[in-house]
């Protein structure tokens, strides 16, 4: 069977002009998504490489994620994205995997910082003695804002609600529909209406969404459920019956009856994570711990964690260095260090405090 070939465009010599599919595919597969979409102009073999091959598609995803964090295909792709806290911005940021962007704290960055400080008010506390156990140092970081994406969807106000393999499941305020964002393609899909199946009345709470991949069927999930006082329905994505198989997973025996009701998941790191929730807007109640499942479903494996900074709020942003993560206490990023519970503040130019936080990868997935 004769290779498939692909041509390099530009080189005319019959020897040299050709390239197997798979070197193709293997080098293109290492670039970026803006070089990707520049590069579907050079040729019609090549834009429906880049844009109709699902094969090619899950390999550079494949890349992207890697088995070493420590690769530079890995570090270059991944990406912060954030809403401020009134949910009036989409932004975007890079941050290095290196730690020599946590040593990098300039002048003009500490100028900056303390020209701002009141602005941002990135400080935890006034008290001399939790500057000093915090490290007193501050970081400052540079984002883009996506203005692209509310000139394409109705909407002034973004909240996300989740995020797998490049792509971002939002809800806009004024158009109460869920969207899914590919932020690296600038592609955007408005999901099918869920019917309304229930009554909201009295016992009625609030809607949660969760998004995600399920490698059985090789398709992105949304599920959607709905929270009453004393149950909890799920529906899935369109509406159709959640129907999948549902188990129940113990939360921390250190939790007691009193604090369920407060308690929040989330992922920290490649964990199953568990944070307890204050009251918006109150000093206390105020948490010092949480808990991360080391191995999932076992309830045994449930881990404290500890930090030094009280929190009413606590999340992770789904970033981590080697010796970091970028931890969400409130409204105000993080960089905490576990190992000695030492942190420095990030401080993004432009943008006061922070809404719902993100760490996505950029993808060629589609949302057809």
Wanted: glycine share 6%; charged share 25%.
């Amino acid at each position: 069977m004769e290779e498939r070939r692909l041509t390099i465009a530009g080189n005319s010599n019959s020897n040299n002009g050709h390239l197997p599919s798979t070197m193709i595919e293997e080098i293109l597969s290492r670039l970026p998504v803006k070089s990707l979409c520049r590069f579907k102009c050079v040729s019609k073999p090549w834009s429906s490489l880049i844009s109709d091959d699902p094969s090619f598609v899950a390999l550079h995803l494949c890349k992207g994620f890697g088995e070493d964090k420590d690769d530079l295909l890995f570090r270059r792709r991944r990406r912060v994205i954030f809403t401020d806290a009134a949910g009036n911005g989409l932004h975007s940021m890079h941050l290095d995997y290196d730690d020599e962007f946590l040593n990098h704290n300039n002048e003009e960055d500490a100028s900056y910082y303390h020209d701002n400080r009141n602005r941002n008010s990135f400080d935890f506390d006034d008290d001399d003695e939790e500057e000093e156990e915090g490290g007193g140092s501050n970081l400052l970081a540079t984002a883009t804002e996506l203005q692209y994406v509310y000139s394409e969807l109705s909407g002034i106000s973004v909240s996300m609600l989740g995020c797998c393999n490049g792509l971002l499941l939002c809800m806009f305020l004024y158009d109460p529909q869920l969207y899914l964002v590919n932020p690296a393609t600038r592609q955007s899909k408005k999901l099918p209406q869920i019917p309304t199946q229930y009554t909201i009345d009295d016992l009625y709470f609030c809607n949660v969404y969760g998004f995600g991949f399920d490698s059985s069927t090789h398709q992105h999930k949304v599920v959607n459920g709905v929270v009453y006082r004393r149950n909890v329905r799920d529906d899935d994505e369109g509406g159709v019956e959640f129907n999948e198989e549902v188990r129940e997973i113990p939360l921390p025996r250190e939790i007691n009856s009193s604090q369920t009701r407060r308690t929040k998941l989330g992922v920290f790191r490649e964990w199953l994570c568990v944070t307890l929730e204050g009251d918006y807007g109150k000093a206390t109640p105020t948490y010092n711990e949480f808990w991360v499942m080391k191995e999932y479903g076992v309830g045994e494996s449930w881990t404290k964690m500890r930090v030094s900074i009280p929190y009413w709020n606590l999340s992770h942003s789904g970033f981590w260095t080697k010796s970091h993560d970028l931890m969400v206490f409130e409204e105000k990023l993080v960089m905490y260090n576990f190992n000695d519970h030492s942190f420095q503040n990030l401080c993004v130019r432009e943008i006061g405090k922070v809404g719902s936080v993100e760490t996505y990868l950029e993808s060629l997935v589609s949302l057809k």
